[in-house]
């Protein structure tokens, strides 16, 4: 059964509201107010919210506002009721992201309309969206067999080969061997964790809640440092690639989940150190105080990108120019370091130039006020 909620301070209205839909099937939940209505919404999820804009103590606008600090209610059909029908009081709302007005006073059908049209937009999404997570599964599938049978290959063919001179290898001997099974192992280890990550995001384990609830402050020189050493690990051929570091705010501290950001801008360190041909990687950081935004920029000298290059680059499961390029992976590593930033609020760009280099910009919230201030891709 299909549940709406209807959050209007004028009893009768609500009364109405309810009649009109009940003979449909509808499930009806009903709020007095905005507060009312924000806690029955976080309780019941309903398929969709209707809204009067003009209530007491929190008006519509407001309720909005409130509700979409919970990423699980800004896919929820959106319709507010007005009386006020000028074009600026529709796009303000428009804005925050209604899906549509309605005028009061209305008849049924036109509501009726309106919460059919809604949802089934509201279906075509997800199915969609379905569509889309059933295409990552099968590509997870195809890509991760072959990703996992090429390190264990070099893993079985140099245990075959200690098993058969074992107490014949000289230590230079024993080493290369051992280097070949770490480099193996941690290619694999890096593929899982970014598996792993990608499933966790796709199926909702993590999410926007999920990272509120868990963030802390987190001192960006310690990320960054962090980052670089899971970085160095990642890069294996490369590790030794050297690394420029520009802090101008080393004390600047971002809100986040450790982990999650460590792993993201490992990725971005990692390309850029797979990508510099030798040359020394440079990472900036800056804090903008009116934007209340750390800054981190890694910059490479490599081959660069064009356009419709980075474009490819952002999607999953892609790699570039393997034909010319040896690389490692899946493809996942930018893509993953996207959702990962912009999943603490934060935005992630590409800017690159073929025969120059790349450079990746990271932007993550500080929130030194303790209220959320979106960052704006800076001036470079």
């Not at 003009?54 to 800004?74: A, D, I, S, T, V």
């Not at 993201?264 to 030798?278: C, P, Q, R, V």
Request: proline fraction near 4%.
């Amino acid at each position: 059964m299909t549940t709406i909620l209807v959050v209007d301070d004028d009893h009768l209205m609500r009364e109405q509201i309810i009649a009109f839909l009940t003979p449909d099937g509808y499930d009806i939940l009903e709020a007095a107010d905005g507060e009312e209505g924000i806690k029955q919404a976080i309780a019941h999820q309903p398929d969709l919210i209707i809204c009067d804009v003009m209530m007491p103590k929190m008006n519509g606008y407001q309720f909005l506002e409130r509700l979409y600090y919970f990423p699980p209610m800004r896919r929820i059909p959106f319709i507010f009721l007005t009386a006020l029908a000028d074009f600026e009081h529709m796009r303000e709302g428009m804005n925050l992201g209604a899906d549509d007005y309605l005028t009061k006073p209305f008849a049924r059908q036109q509501l009726i309309d309106a919460i059919e049209t809604r949802l089934l937009k509201q279906q075509e999404y997800l199915q969609g969206a379905e569509k889309r997570l059933n295409e990552v599964k099968k590509k997870i599938v195809k890509l991760v067999a072959h990703e996992l049978r090429t390190p264990l290959a070099p893993i079985k063919m140099v245990t075959d080969l200690v098993t058969m001179k074992l107490g014949n290898l000289t230590d230079a001997e024993l080493q290369d061997y051992m280097q070949v099974i770490r480099n193996s192992t941690t290619r694999m280890s890096h593929l899982v964790q970014q598996i792993l990550l990608v499933t966790e995001i796709e199926t909702g384990v993590i999410d926007g809640d999920s990272i509120m609830e868990k963030s802390a402050y987190i001192g960006a020189w310690d990320l960054v440092v962090s980052a670089i050493g899971l970085a160095r690990e990642y890069a294996i051929r490369n590790e030794d690639v050297q690394i420029d570091m520009n802090f101008k705010n080393q004390d600047v501290n971002v809100f986040g989940v450790m982990p999650l950001l460590k792993h993201a801008l490992s990725e971005i360190i990692t390309n850029a150190m797979h990508f510099s041909k030798g040359n020394p990687v440079t990472i900036h950081q800056w804090y903008a105080e009116e934007e209340d935004t750390c800054w981190i920029t890694v910059t490479d000298t490599g081959a660069g990108m064009s356009e419709e290059t980075i474009d490819r680059a952002f999607r999953e499961f892609e790699q570039i120019n393997r034909e010319k390029q040896e690389q490692q992976g899946i493809g996942l590593g930018l893509p993953l370091a996207r959702m990962l930033v912009q999943m603490h609020e934060g935005t992630l760009k590409v800017k690159s130039k073929e025969g120059k280099g790349t450079h990746v910009t990271v932007g993550l919230p500080c929130y030194s006020s303790g209220v959320p201030v979106y960052p704006t891709e800076p001036t470079l």
